[in-house]
């Protein structure tokens, strides 16, 4: 069964770090790109984080240049993502996304991350 599970969530105050993780099972992760995506209430789903397959190349949404990282350990199925320095406006449940050319999508459940004073 196809899973993409998500944790590391919590809530930390302005200025502070957390490190997403997503777990891969029932699928070839190291077929895929891999990404992050976030969504605050009221708001559309929101871009923050892709690494291809193999994991040379990544790409970040504009709010969280500089202060997110994205990586990935194929032989661990697994993907994150290393948050800092984070700021209310980050708050946000975060997703993450399996896809690649020609394959079915897979989305993960869902992590929530509260910033706040």
């Known amino acids: 069964q196809v899973q993409l599970v998500g944790s590391g969530g919590g809530s930390v105050h302005p200025g502070g770090s957390l490190r997403l993780s997503c777990a891969a099972y029932?699928?070839?992760?190291?077929?895929?790109?891999m990404s992050w995506y976030r969504q605050a209430p009221g708001k559309d789903r929101e871009f923050v984080a892709s690494i291809s397959s193999a994991g040379g190349n990544t790409d970040y949404g504009d709010p969280v240049k500089d202060r997110f990282i994205i990586s990935r350990d194929n032989a661990k199925h697994m993907v994150y993502l290393q948050m800092n320095n984070l700021q209310p406006e980050d708050t946000a449940l975060y997703f993450c996304?399996?896809?690649?050319?020609?394959?079915?999508?897979?989305w993960g459940q869902g992590t929530q991350v509260t910033v706040s004073s």
């Open positions: 996304k399996a896809h690649g050319a020609g394959r079915p999508i897979y």
């Open positions: 029932g699928f070839t992760i190291e077929r895929y790109s």
